[in-house]
């Protein structure tokens, strides 16, 4: 099976930077993407990783370890729009479909 | 550019009853994906359909079922509905197999009395 770990919640204040960690168990694995949720909204597209290291994305960076099952999302000059819910997502070869994480909540505190 | 939007976007249903929802996807897209999102939780896959055909399936009973059309619109079919299906369903296009960005609607929020 797949499972993935990501804090429930996590707190920032506005201007500041914050890293949202994720650890996933796979077979298969082919790639992480990242996806932000705001209350009542759509889940958003915000990066994919498929090797290993760090791709950016204006304010937002994504890291990708596959040697340590790893990655994390990075929010830099957070502001208060980014209060949301953010999603890992792993992705296996062949079916391609993305299992989510449960997602952390995220509060930007002014 | 039209992007996913689904319909209706909220929705009262009792349990045993039968409920429908739709998805058309965003333009130039022709695979359709349908999740499922409890609150507090991350999307759980049902299925994908492409070229009107159910191409994948996650771990969802067979009240679960679905319909894709020649404009590559979706149906979502839930029969028999338990209080458990109260959820957000979420719908999600892209193109083609290989793994591409999932673009989301706004979801359908049922409710199960």
Redesign the interface.
Known sequence: GQSLEQPSEVTAVEGAIVQINCTYQTSGF??L?W?QQHD??????LS?N?LDGLEETGRFSSFLSRSDSYGYLLLQELQMKDSASY?C?V?TGG?????????TSLIVHP | DAG?TQSPTHLIKTRGQQVTLRCSPKSGHDTV?WYQQAL??????IF?YYEEEER?R?NFPDRFSGHQFPNYSSELNVNALLLGDSALY?C?SSLG???Q???????TRLSIL
């Open positions: 082919y790639g993407s996806y009542g909204g759509a889940p958003t597209f994919y498929a999603f997502a992705i079916s391609y479909i993305p299992t989510f994480g449960r997602g | 996913v994906s507090g939780q991350g999307p759980q896959f994908q994948q996650g979420l999600a197999e290989v793994p960005p999932q673009h989301f609607g706004d979801g």
